[in-house]
C-alpha cells in the first residue's frame, strides 16, 4: 500500500519541493495550508503520517490535533515541522503529542529517513 503523507505548509515553494521529493519515492502527497484545511484532509482521508509547518495563515498549526480530539477525531501519526528549536516549542509540540519536531530546513536525507521510520 502505498503510504500517504499530509504535508501541513502555506508556502508552496515548500510544498512543491517536497512533494516532488515524496512522490519519487513512492508516497501519496496532499497539500493543506491551514489549519481547517488541515483538519477537513484528516477527517475526510486520514494520512498515514502529517507533516505540520506550525506558523499557518489561520494560526498556530497545533491547533490542528486539538480540534481533531476536541471533534472525537484520531490525530494521524505527526511531526512538527518549524523554524525554531527552543526549548518551549520543542515541549509544546511534544505535549500536542507529535513524533517529533524537526527544525527547518530539514536536510533531505533526514526528511526521508524520518519519515521512512514513521511510516511503515
Known amino acids: 500500500m502505498t503510504p500517504r503523507l499530509l504535508l501541513v505548509e502555506d508556502s508552496t515553494n515548500v510544498t512543491d519541493a517536497l512533494r516532488v521529493l515524496f512522490e ?8 493543506a495550508a491551514t489549519v481547517d484545511a488541515a483538519v477537513r484532509a484528516c477527517v475526510d482521508s ?5 507533516l505540520l509547518d506550525l506558523t499557518l ?3 498556530d498549526g497545533l491547533l490542528v490535533l ?14 512538527a515541522m518549524t523554524g ?3 526549548p518551549d516549542t520543542v515541549r509544546r509540540c511534544a505535549d500536542a503529542g507529535c513524533l517529533a519536531t524537526l527544525v527547518k530546513p530539514v536536510p533531505t536525507r533526514e526528511l526521508l529517513r524520518r519519515v521512512g521510520e514513521w511510516v511503515v
Open 57 to 59: 495563515p489561520d494560526g
Open 66 to 79: 486539538q480540534r481533531l480530539r476536541a471533534d472525537g477525531h484520531e490525530p494521524p501519526p505527526t511531526a
Open 84 to 86: 525554531h528549536d527552543d
Open 24 to 31: 519519487a519515492t513512492g508516497h501519496e502527497v496532499r497539500v
Open 46 to 50: 486520514r494520512p498515514d503520517l502529517m
